[in-house]
């Protein structure tokens, strides 16, 4: 590429996320008539330290409209960024933020700046004549993520009455990411036909996991060893667990409150609820088993379970660099969770991901509930060597683009892919 290749235009426009909200569109061509566009996805249960969402507020979409977001594009950014020499993405970044000039990008919105950040990346790439993966990671970036599919939908992701958000499987005996699909997939689909056996409904979440009332929660895990096994499979060797607690959702003024079911908790029984079921279960990870300001609960939780099952932080730490290293000091977690809409820019994700493998955190690249076809986070994950990813259950397009992104990459590397298994989530 030329180094005089310049932006020539950024544009942005309002689409909508898998549950029909509206989200910002952004692309940026170049004076070279090379263009390349991306889109960001939106959480149902976010994190009150997340970067700000900006919204229209009002009537019109219920209040979640983007106009003014779409308009931060075309018009503010579209000025700043028109011209510049398309460079290093930590230049176009930084200018971003400058113009944000905000803590949590409120003034033109994050989801307005992330958009046109990785359209930024994917028109660098696109420039370059390299994939997106390669643009972000160079020669270093190889490293297929194991899946976590969220299989088994509760919490704010379903209207079932199961409390805990995510029930999912990770393929941590598969010897490549082909070979984790085709396990992740017979699990789903076994899992679908038990359901169906026991009278359970069949429809799914907001992430493509099935969502029946059950019993109790604990019932989930029964029902996702019991498909393990009926797969083919051994549970905890071939196929573990892993779950999505987010008790940000459960917090009250005493401790922690299951909306669904009712039942109070302190912080005490939650660790000791979470270490039995690590006790009976298969399960070698847990994400947010405590509140989002609770880093002394996670110090106390990751101290107990950390030899055998991996603590991340997501709305604790919300891909925030200033919230991990905190969490650092005080031991509260082993993994971070990597939302790149939570941050806002590409550059802050990547710093995000570097300091916490530096200091010995897994990291896991993820959706969000409400998702689009942009598989931005599946070619940040190979560049990145994040090790893990969280895309939902192998269902719905928005979905499985993921998945099939990463498929693609495992052909483009050949040889040269590697995937980690179990070693992705161990800390032995």
Not at 283 to 295: Q, R
Request: hydrophobic fraction near 40%.
């Amino acid at each position: 590429m030329s180094h005089t290749v310049k932006i020539a235009r950024v544009t942005g426009r309002q689409i909508f996320d898998s549950r029909g909200t509206p989200t910002v569109w952004a692309r940026v061509t170049l004076d070279n008539g090379m263009s390349a566009s991306a889109s960001v996805p939106s959480g149902a249960s976010t994190g009150m330290f997340e970067a700000c969402e900006l919204r229209d507020g009002g009537e019109a979409y219920g209040g979640k409209g983007v106009s003014q977001a779409v308009e931060n594009v075309n018009e503010e950014i579209n000025r700043a960024l028109a011209g510049q020499t398309l460079c290093c993405q930590q230049k176009l970044d930084r200018m971003l933020l400058e113009l944000d000039g905000t803590e949590n990008k409120s003034r033109l919105g994050a989801n307005a700046i992330l958009a046109v950040s990785l359209a930024c990346a994917k028109a660098g790439a696109a420039a370059h004549q390299m994939e997106l993966f390669q643009y972000v990671g160079g020669v270093s970036g190889v490293t297929l993520p194991v899946p976590m599919m969220n299989i088994l939908n509760g919490g704010a992701h379903a209207g079932n009455n199961v409390d805990i958000q995510e029930f999912m499987i990770m393929p941590v005996g598969a010897s490549g990411f082909r070979q984790a699909m085709e396990m992740g997939t017979a699990v789903y689909a076994r899992l679908g036909k038990l359901l169906k056996q026991r009278g359970l409904s069949t429809t799914v979440g907001d992430e493509g996991g099935y969502a029946p009332d059950l019993e109790n929660d604990e019932q989930a895990l029964a029902y996702l060893v019991e498909a393990i096994s009926a797969a083919g499979y051994e549970p905890g060797r071939d196929v573990a667990i892993a779950l999505d607690a987010a008790t940000s959702e459960w917090v009250v003024e005493q401790g922690y409150r299951l909306p669904k079911k009712g039942t109070s908790l302190t912080r005490d029984e939650l660790i000791a609820f979470f270490t039995g079921l690590c006790e009976r279960y298969p399960i070698v990870s847990i994400e947010d088993p405590l509140g989002e300001e609770d880093f002394e609960g996670f110090a106390q939780i990751t101290s107990l379970l950390q030899r055998k099952v991996q603590i991340v932080g997501d709305d604790l730490f919300v891909t925030n660099p200033a919230r991990l290293t905190t969490g650092m000091q005080q031991g509260s977690a082993n993994a971070i969770l990597i939302k790149p809409n939570q941050i806002g820019t590409l550059t802050e994700t990547m710093d995000a991901v570097r300091l916490a493998r530096a200091n010995g955190y897994h990291t896991i690249l993820s959706h969000r509930s409400g998702e689009t076809e942009d598989t931005s986070i599946a070619d940040i994950a190979v560049g990145l060597n994040a090790g893990q990813i969280k895309t939902g259950a192998p269902a719905r397009t928005d979905r499985v683009c993921k998945y099939n992104r990463l498929l693609e990459i495992e052909d483009m590397l050949g040889s040269a892919a590697l995937y980690r298994g179990l070693n992705a989530v161990s800390f032995l």
